[in-house]
């Protein structure tokens, strides 16, 4: 059974800093690509950040230069480092595993979502 547990949410003020992590079960991690999506109440459901096997990243443009994807092959897991947080990053965030790295869709297994606010 795929298992994908997210942690590290939470309320923070604009221009704060939250770590999401992602650990996951049930899949060959190291050979999936996982990624992090996000969905802002009203809005479609976008991708954020991605990262391969080998560790090459790809992020959406407003967050580059703000977060900071990472993964441990050795304990199953993928980080979401959210630095310089905006209210505009506000939503429920997703991981991912198995995404297609072309066309960004997302693959069969996803997170229960943890809330990110960003509010002062």
Same mark, same amino acid.
């Given at each position: 059974q795929v298992q994908l547990v997210e942690s590290g949410g939470g309320l923070v003020q604009p221009g704060g800093s939250l770590r999401l992590s992602c650990a996951a079960s049930g899949i060959i991690f190291?050979?999936?690509?996982?990624?992090?999506?996000?969905?802002?109440?009203?809005?479609?459901?976008? /991708?954020?950040?991605?990262i391969t096997s080998g560790g090459?990243?790809?992020?959406t443009d407003s967050v580059k230069g703000r977060?900071?994807?990472?993964?441990?092959?050795?304990?199953?897991?993928?980080?979401?480092?959210m630095n310089s947080l905006r209210p505009e990053d506000t939503a429920?965030?997703?991981?991912?595993?198995? /995404?297609?790295?072309?066309?960004?869709?997302?693959?069969?297994?996803?997170?229960?979502?943890?809330?990110?606010?960003?509010?002062?």
């Open positions: 190291r050979l999936n690509v996982m990624g992090w999506y996000r969905q802002a109440p009203g809005k479609q459901r976008e /991708l954020v950040a991605a090459t990243t790809n992020y977060f900071t994807i990472s993964r441990d092959n050795a304990k199953n897991t993928v980080y979401l480092q429920v965030y997703y991981c991912n595993a198995g /995404l297609s790295w072309t066309t960004k869709r997302g693959g069969a297994y996803w997170g229960q979502g943890t809330q990110v606010t960003v509010s002062s």
